[in-house]
């Protein structure tokens, strides 16, 4: 079955850098669209940024632009978060989805990783 893992996730100074993976298994990797997200307690969860399927071409958060950048490795089956200069307001569990909407469809997210920003 379709499999999403993140990892990278942990306590970081505010201006520090950390670096989101998350490893898929149970579908081809490179037909689904990629997304990050992030959710603080008691609010929704927000869109991060976003990938297409060849990783040609990328959208992001407002409040991420300039300092966050999503890739991924189509051969590694992985999908990647630099997040640079983060700021106390990018404290939040971050997840990764998997979307394919051709047949055999599928929506899959995976379990979240912490991100702190703290000093």
């Known amino acids: 079955q379709v499999q999403l893992v993140e990892s990278g996730g942990g306590l970081v100074q505010p201006g520090g850098s950390l670096r989101l993976s998350c490893a898929a298994s149970?579908?081809?990797?490179?037909?689904?669209?990629m997304t990050w997200y992030r959710q603080v307690p008691g609010k929704e969860r927000e869109l991060v940024a976003t990938?297409?399927?060849?990783?040609?071409?990328?959208n992001y958060a407002d409040s991420v632009k300039g300092r966050f950048t999503i890739s991924r490795d189509n051969t590694k089956n992985t999908l990647y978060l630099q997040m640079n200069s983060l700021k106390p307001e990018d404290t939040a569990v971050y997840y990764c989805?998997?979307?394919?909407?051709?047949?055999?469809?599928?929506?899959?997210w995976g379990q979240g990783t912490q991100v702190t920003v703290s000093s």
């Open positions: 149970g579908f081809t990797f490179s037909s689904a669209t």
């Open positions: 990938i297409t399927t060849s990783g040609g071409s990328t």
């Open positions: 989805n998997g979307r394919r909407r051709a047949y055999p469809s599928f929506d899959s």
